[in-house]
Antibody, heavy 120, light 110 residues
Framework: QLQLQESGSGLVKPSQTLSLTCAVSGGSISSNGYSWNWIRQPPGKALEWIAYIYHSGSTHYNPSLKSRVTISMDRSENHFSLKLSSVTAADTAVYYC????????????WGQGTLVTVSS | QSALTQPASVSGSPGQSITISCTGTSSDVGGYNYVSWYQQHPGKAPKLIIYEVSNRPSGVSNRFSGSKSGNTASLTISGLQAEDEADYYCSSHTSSSTWVFGGGTQLTVL
């Protein structure tokens, strides 16, 4: 059974960079047919898709966040990562990593989510 | 990209049916059969319940069904049960090769 687990700093100061990693077990991020995604949810608000990276390494970003976001993968460690720069309080959210079945839009496996708070 | 439009809340009594709409544009919902629906209980990660407009993953109850007409997708839950009380989100592929979610709908089982 595929499992995803987010990790990273739970508290980030304004203007700094948020860094998160999603460790994948029970499957390989190098497998064809999937993309690996970051999705966030501010407290009490809706889900917001952030970015994805394909098994090939190609990436796509939410246009509203594109200038501040970088997604990357480490095939040897079987994990992928998110960096969000110049954070503000508006970036406070639960951040989820999720697998998508390429092209179909099925986010079929999710991590449990990790709360990141932006505060001084 | 703008969030897809969902009603903020819907409610129904046990045994009844409810429908949640998800309205987008021809650049997302209307342009692709890549609409998914997710159920989220408080404090939990979302769970996929419908993909590609009307397909159910293995293990999801057949009380959940999906459809689409033009720029609006719909999720119908029949035979409402107390355990269905949750937040529901739609998502769609976009013409920019990105994904967009709806604003979410809170379902209350009366």
């Amino acid at each position: 059974q595929l499992q995803l687990q987010e990790s990273g700093s739970g508290l980030v100061k304004p203007s700094q960079t948020l860094s998160l990693t999603c460790a994948v077990s029970g499957g390989s991020i190098s497998s064809n047919g999937y993309s690996w995604n970051w999705i966030r949810q501010p407290p009490g608000k809706a889900l917001e898709w952030i970015a994805y990276i394909y098994h090939s390494g190609s990436t796509h970003y939410n246009p509203s966040l594109k200038s501040r976001v970088t997604i990357s993968m480490d095939r040897s460690e079987n994990h992928f990562s998110l960096k969000l720069s110049s954070v503000t309080a508006a970036d406070t959210a639960v951040y989820y990593c999720a697998r998508e079945v390429s092209g179909g839009g099925q986010f079929d496996f999710w991590g449990q989510g990790t709360l990141v708070t932006v505060s001084s | 990209q703008s969030a897809l439009t969902q009603p903020a809340s819907v409610s129904g009594s046990p045994g009844q049916s409810i429908t949640i709409s998800c309205t987008g544009t021809s650049s997302d919902v209307g342009g692709y059969n890549y609409v998914s629906w997710y159920q989220q209980h408080p404090g939990k990660a979302p769970k996929l319940i419908i993909y590609e407009v009307s397909n159910r993953p293995s293990g999801v109850s057949n009380r959940f069904s999906g459809s689409k007409s033009g720029n609006t997708a719909s999720l119908t839950i029949s035979g409402l049960q107390a355990e269905d009380e949750a937040d529901y989100y739609c998502s769609s592929h976009t013409s920019s090769s990105t994904w967009v979610f709806g604003g979410g709908t809170q379902l209350t089982v009366l």
